[in-house]
């Protein structure tokens, strides 16, 4: 039920993205949350043109850079996943999350 619901979800927003707004923040938000939807429907690669185009929007997206680095985690790409960790924690140094993870992705690359 969860799983129809998060494709759903995934129907609208991206009919919202396929809308003309004049409001960036709003297409911000729909790419950011369908990013989300797709990457916790097991569909990273899907979910990546979504926060680069929030990110695209609005760089310093701290969540979304964070979530980027997740999906390429997720897609073995961790040369990539590094470098979104490492700019999430300059852009927001007090993020332990992205801290844990940069340290993981960098034993996974023997560093």
């Known amino acids: 039920a969860a799983a129809g619901r998060q494709a759903e ?5 991206k009919a919202a993205l396929s809308r003309p707004s004049g409001n960036p923040t709003v297409q911000i938000a729909a790419n950011y949350e369908v990013a989300n ?27 979304a850079r964070h979530n980027l680095g997740s999906a390429f985690f997720q897609l073995g790409r961790l040369a990539e996943a590094e470098r979104e960790y490492a700019e999430t924690l300059r852009i927001a140094p007090d993020f332990p999350e992205a801290r844990a993870h940069l340290e993981m992705v960098r034993a996974a690359r023997g560093r």
């Open 9 to 13: 979800a995934v129907v609208e927003f």
């Open 37 to 63: 939807l797709l990457a916790m429907s097991g569909r990273p690669a899907e979910a990546v043109p979504h926060y680069e185009a929030a990110l695209k929007a609005r760089p310093d997206y701290v969540e």
